[in-house]
């Protein structure tokens, strides 16, 4: 009985949410206004984590993490990144979430599939192919982490980064929205009217619902 039971359990689990979010602060749950339009989407999308889940929370990512010069052990995002994109499927079954060793021979296949593409290990890739034509979007560390700089040791000439924030529900969300969609959105911002940019969080915002952003330069200030 007890078999059985943990047997109906793991296939449940795997199609419905089954797991209470008992933090404070609810981060480990997707929010209402995203489960609404997930609930809504009526077309097969992909989901390719490119790392297992297991290498993604305790392995690998905290080395691949230098790159971006991040030196703290930020295990607790990852493990929020994958407990998040684990839900996304149990909201709609149109939704196909895999994750993929990077050293076995189906990563190999998907890199020459995105072969113009540079893949790096964690990077999400979220694909919807309709009427034989595929879209597609791939998330990379930066699109998913906020980082804050660390100028502690500035003065021996380098600076390191802590991981403050996660952004995967926002990420893959409008990764979502953008490879089902049958339109493009564009938007030109006029810049060089200041010697500081000030539009970086602006285009954040805009990349971030899936606008296509040109910059329009207008300098008047010299150099």
Known sequence: GIIIINVLVSALSNRFVLEFDMTAEKSNS???????YLKELDTEVDIIVCATAEDYVGGYMKYYAQNYS?????TDYYRQTIKLLDKYPAYNNKINLRYVDTQKSEFTEISSKYSNESLSYGDIIVACTKNGTERYKIIGFTDIYKLDEDSTYASYGYTTNTVSGNNIETAVTSAIAYVTSNKTK????????????????YQTLLKDN??????????????
Do not use: F, M
């Open 210 to 223: 899936n606008y296509e952003v040109t910059e329009i330069s207008d300098s008047i200030i010299g150099s």
């Open 30 to 36: 997707i929010s209402e206004e995203n489960i609404d």
């Open 186 to 201: 564009k938007a030109a911002l006029v810049t060089g009217h200041s010697k500081d940019d000030y539009t970086e969080t």
């Open 70 to 74: 991040v030196t703290e052990d930020a």
